[in-house]
C-alpha cells in the first residue's frame, strides 16, 4: 500500500498528473473510488480484495476527463479495458499513466505508453478460474429451453434502472440505443419485452468488446448475473475468430470487421 | 382511533395469513430471492423472510407499479375510444413485514400523487393497501430514520406494527381503521399485550443529523458547484439509488402499440441524462453533479417546502444499492456541516 501511496504523492507532487484515480476507504468495509489531487491525500489510497470496481470507466466522464491528466489505479480488467478503450478510438497514448498494482497492493508497476500496457497484459493470465469455470459450464449445460426460462426468471427482476450500462467502462455512447425513438428499437418499459430485449442488445453491443470485469453483475441492485451472458459471449467470439478484446492498443472489432477470406459464405 | 394492543404468537399470525388469503387478498412480504431479500407475492409465513435488516427494494411498487398501464385506446373510423383502468379490478393487498421507515413513505408518496389532482391509480392501489410494518430489531450503518422524524419501533404509516417480544411472539399494535377491520373476526387469535414491552427490543439508531439544518444549508450551497462536483465525481448517473427509493415517484409516459395501445407510466429517474433533455435539445441539468444536487433538493428542500413532508426516510437503501458506494448519510451531512 505505501508503494502506491509514494508513487501517488510523486506523480501529484512533480506535477507528472492532476489526478490519482484510486480506490479510498468506503462503506461498509469495503472501498470506494477516490480523485485524489493533492500530494498531502495520497495517504487515503488503499489497496486490497475489496478494490473491485473497473476504475476505467471513469476516463470516459466528462467530469473527470476535465480534472487534467489522470493517473489510473488499475486491476488486471481495467488494464484491458484501456487497451479496448483505445482499440476503439476513445483514449489517446500518452493522455493517461496506468499504475498496475499487483494482488498485494505492495508492487506498483507504472505502464506510460500502450506499447508497455500491452507487454503488461500479455504476461497476465487471462483464463476463468475454478469457480468462474464451474458456474460457466453449469449455465452453459442447460439445455435451449431450460437457458430461455432461466433468463425469463432473471429479466422478470429488471428495474431498468441501466446500473450495469452505467458501471461498465465499455458502455461510452453519451445516447444509447435504449434512449432513441426515431424509431423506437427498445421498449423503454421495463416489462418481459422491454427487459429482453435491453439485456441481450447490450450484450450483443458487448461480444468482442467486453473484458469480463464483471461490474455489470456487481452493479445490478437486483442481482441478475449477467456477466454470464458475456462471458459466453466472450467464448464463442474467441471460438470463432481467436480474438481477445483488450490486448492490444490497435485492433479491429471482432463483430463489425469483414475479411475478404471470412468462411462464411451468406454475407457474400 | 385509539391504538389497540394486544399480543399474537407465529402460529396464530399463519392463521391470520390464510384468512387474509380467503379474504381475497395477496400478501407482499420479504423474501429470499437469488441470495438477496426483496419484497413478492408470498403463499404462507413460511415464506417470508424477516432476517434481513432491509429488502433491496422498497415496497413501493404495491402502490407504484415500475410499469403500469395508466388507460389503453382504440382508434376505429377515425374516432378514438379511451378504456379507462376498472379500480375495482385492482388486487386487495397486505403489505406485510415492512420496516418503520417504509411505511413511513406511504405519505410522502401520497403528497406526491394526490398534490394538485388526486392520481386515482394511486389512491385506489392505497386505499386497498392494508400495511403490516414490523419493528427493526436491528440497523445497519446505513439506517438513520431517527434522524429524519422516525424510528425502529414507529407506528406512523403502519395500519398494524408488529414488534417480535420474544421468539415467535409479537406485540401488535392496531393502529388504524384499516388495520382494525383486517383483524376483524381473528379475536381468537391474539391474546392480551399486558406486561409486554417493545422499547427492549428495538434497533438503537442514533440521530445523525439536525433535520432542519439541511434545508436552509442546501438554499446557501446551491450555486456552489465546486461543492456538489466533490460530493458527486464517483457517481455514474444510473438510476438504481431513485429504483429502490421507498419516496421517488418519478415517472415517465409511453404508449406501445401504434394507434391502438396502451398508455403506460414508467419509473423514472432525475439521475439521467435524458431526464431534463428538452427537445430542443437543450438540458438545463447537463452535469452529474447538477443531477445530484436535484435529488438532494428534492428530498430535503423541495418537498419539505412545497408536500410540508420530508422525501427521505433513512431506510438506506440507495446507499446500499449504489454501485459506486454514495452513502446518503454522508452527503446529508456534509450538507448540515458545510460552512454557509
Not at chain 2, 394486544?6 to 381475497?24: C, H, N, P, T
Not at chain 2, 376483524?184 to 439544518?213: N, T, Y
Not at chain 2, 423541495?302 to 452527503?331: F, K, T
Request: overall charge neutral; proline content about 5%; hydrophobic content about 40%.
Amino acid at each position: 500500500m505505501e508503494a502506491l501511496r509514494s508513487k501517488a504523492r510523486e506523480l501529484l507532487a512533480g506535477k507528472t498528473v492532476q489526478v490519482v484515480i484510486g480506490y479510498g476507504p468506503g462503506s461498509g468495509g469495503g472501498a470506494r473510488a477516490v480523485f485524489i489531487r493533492e500530494a498531502a491525500q495520497a495517504d487515503i489510497l488503499v489497496f486490497d480484495g475489496t478494490c473491485q470496481q473497473n476504475l476505467a470507466v471513469y476516463l470516459m466522464k466528462p467530469e473527470v476527463r476535465k480534472l487534467g491528466k489522470a493517473a489510473l489505479v488499475a486491476t488486471p480488467p481495467a488494464l484491458r479495458t484501456i487497451l479496448q478503450l483505445a482499440a476503439e478510438n476513445q483514449l489517446t497514448d500518452a493522455a493517461l499513466l496506468v499504475l498496475a498494482v499487483s494482488p498485494s497492493g505492495n508492487e506498483v508497476v507504472p505502464l506510460a505508453t500502450f506499447a508497455a500496457l500491452e507487454a503488461h497484459v500479455a504476461a497476465l493470465d487471462h483464463g476463468l478460474g475454478a469457480a468462474d469455470k464451474a458456474e460457466l459450464e453449469t449455465y452453459a449445460a442447460l439445455s435451449l429451453e431450460r437457458r430461455r426460462q432461466f433468463w425469463e426468471e432473471q429479466f422478470s427482476r429488471c428495474l431498468k434502472c441501466y446500473a450495469c450500462r452505467a458501471a461498465c467502462p465499455l458502455c461510452y455512447c453519451t445516447r444509447c440505443t435504449v434512449e432513441c425513438n426515431q424509431p423506437q428499437w427498445i421498449p423503454v418499459p421495463a416489462h418481459d419485452l422491454g427487459n429482453l430485449e435491453w439485456n441481450v442488445m447490450r450484450a450483443m453491443h458487448l461480444a468482442g468488446r467486453c473484458v469480463d470485469c464483471g461490474d455489470c453483475s456487481r452493479a445490478c441492485p437486483v442481482g441478475i448475473p449477467l456477466h454470464l451472458l458475456n462471458r459466453k459471449l466472450i467464448g464463442a467470439v474467441f471460438a470463432d475468430f481467436d480474438f481477445r478484446s483488450g490486448m492490444a492498443a490497435k485492433a479491429d472489432n471482432a463483430m463489425s470487421t469483414f475479411k475478404p477470406n471470412d468462411p462464411e459464405d451468406f454475407i457474400r | 382511533m385509539e391504538t389497540d394492543t394486544r399480543s399474537i404468537d407465529r402460529e396464530a399470525l399463519a392463521q391470520l395469513f390464510l384468512q387474509w388469503q380467503s379474504g381475497g387478498k395477496r400478501i407482499v412480504a420479504p423474501k429470499r430471492i437469488n441470495g438477496k431479500t426483496d419484497f413478492a407475492r408470498v403463499a404462507s409465513l413460511d415464506e417470508v423472510s424477516l432476517d434481513r435488516v432491509q429488502t433491496v427494494q422498497s415496497p413501493k411498487s404495491a402502490v407504484f407499479p415500475r410499469v403500469e398501464e395508466l388507460f389503453s385506446f382504440l382508434s376505429r373510423d377515425g374516432k378514438v375510444e379511451i378504456r379507462e383502468r376498472d379500480l375495482a379490478a385492482l388486487p386487495g393487498t397486505v403489505l406485510f413485514g415492512l420496516r418503520p421507515c417504509d411505511a413511513a413513505a406511504f405519505a410522502s408518496l401520497a403528497a406526491i400523487f394526490t398534490w394538485d389532482s388526486p392520481d386515482s391509480l394511486f389512491s385506489a392501489r392505497l386505499a386497498n393497501t392494508v400495511v403490516v410494518g414490523v419493528s427493526c430489531p436491528r440497523a445497519d450503518e446505513y439506517c438513520f430514520c431517527t434522524s429524519v422524524g422516525g424510528g425502529p419501533g414507529a407506528v406512523t404509516g403502519s395500519d398494524i406494527l408488529l414488534t417480535e417480544t420474544g421468539s415467535g411472539v409479537f406485540l401488535a399494535e392496531i393502529v388504524s381503521e384499516k388495520g382494525r377491520q383486517a383483524v376483524h373476526g381473528a379475536d381468537g387469535l391474539f391474546g392480551p399485550a399486558a406486561g409486554m414491552d417493545k422499547e427492549g427490543h428495538l434497533a438503537k439508531v442514533e440521530a445523525a443529523f439536525a433535520k432542519e439544518r439541511i434545508g436552509p444549508a442546501l438554499a446557501s450551497l446551491f450555486d456552489d458547484a465546486a461543492f456538489w462536483e466533490e460530493q458527486s465525481r464517483r457517481c455514474l448517473g444510473c438510476g438504481a439509488c431513485a429504483y429502490v427509493c421507498p419516496t421517488c415517484a418519478c415517472f415517465d409516459i409511453q404508449d406501445e402499440g401504434g394507434a391502438s395501445g396502451k398508455r403506460l407510466r414508467c419509473w423514472d429517474s432525475c439521475g439521467f441524462g435524458l431526464f431534463t433533455l428538452h427537445t430542443s435539445g437543450h438540458n438545463p441539468r447537463p452535469l452529474q453533479s447538477q443531477r445530484w444536487r436535484q435529488r438532494l433538493m428534492h428530498k430535503f428542500a423541495y418537498m419539505p417546502e412545497r408536500q410540508r413532508v420530508l422525501g427521505c426516510v433513512g431506510c438506506g437503501r440507495c446507499s446500499r444499492a449504489c454501485p459506486v458506494d454514495m452513502n446518503i448519510l454522508e452527503h446529508v451531512r456534509a450538507i448540515a456541516e458545510a460552512k454557509p
